[in-house]
């Protein structure tokens, strides 16, 4: 994610490239970048049945052949917008529906049985979570804050228990952020 300033003083954005593993990561990343080009409009339209201009939709699509590998090309080449193009891509990376369920149950499997180990500390620990939880919600489905909050708390190792007991007892846990957990038990780790 690199950017270079020019003399005229605009900004050259380097995309980041897809790769069979990063969808996620590219595709949020990809998101801020056509955002920044002020071209996101192409893929999701603030009014469905608006037409995008033809300027836009070409600046996006450009936007979108910049971060793909060749190999990958060919997918959305047939498609004649931007919009059809980033559908198509998120298909192949995603996969069809029965794949993409099949894969939302592994992850949640995973999630489940995540535990935080006695020597982990809690910033490896929450990157570890948050990175299903992103996949999980990539995927479209749905995981509510408190939830991870709750998890959290459950698997805290010996030495948080006493702290995690506390924010359970006196937290409102159903508005509680899990960075506000994370928070409570770095504050008692220290």
């Not at 801020?32 to 409009?41: K, L």
């Not at 991870?148 to 007991?165: G, M, N």
């Amino acid at each position: 994610m690199e950017t270079n300033k020019t003399k005229d003083g605009t900004i050259n954005l380097s995309y980041p490239m897809l790769a069979k593993s990063n969808y996620t990561a590219w595709a949020m990343k990809m998101k801020v970048y056509i955002q920044a080009h002020g071209v996101w409009d192409a893929i999701q339209p603030k009014d469905p049945k608006g037409i995008v201009e033809e300027k836009i939709d070409k600046v996006a699509l450009a936007a979108i052949y910049q971060g793909i590998p060749e190999d990958v090309l060919l997918s959305p080449a047939d498609k004649e917008n931007a919009k059809d193009a980033w559908e198509a891509i998120k298909a192949m990376c995603l996969g069809a529906d029965r794949v993409k369920k099949a894969r939302v149950q592994t992850l949640k499997a995973e999630f489940e049985s995540l535990q935080m180990k006695d020597n982990e500390s809690l910033d490896d620990f929450y990157m570890k979570m948050n990175g299903i939880v992103a996949n999980i919600r990539a995927l479209g489905e749905v995981i509510e804050e408190n939830y991870l909050v709750k998890k959290l708390l459950r698997v805290v190792p010996t030495k948080f228990l006493q702290i995690a007991s506390t924010i359970e007892q006196f937290g409102d846990l159903e508005k509680m952020s899990v960075e506000e957990a994370v928070g409570s038990l770095k504050a008692h780790e220290e």
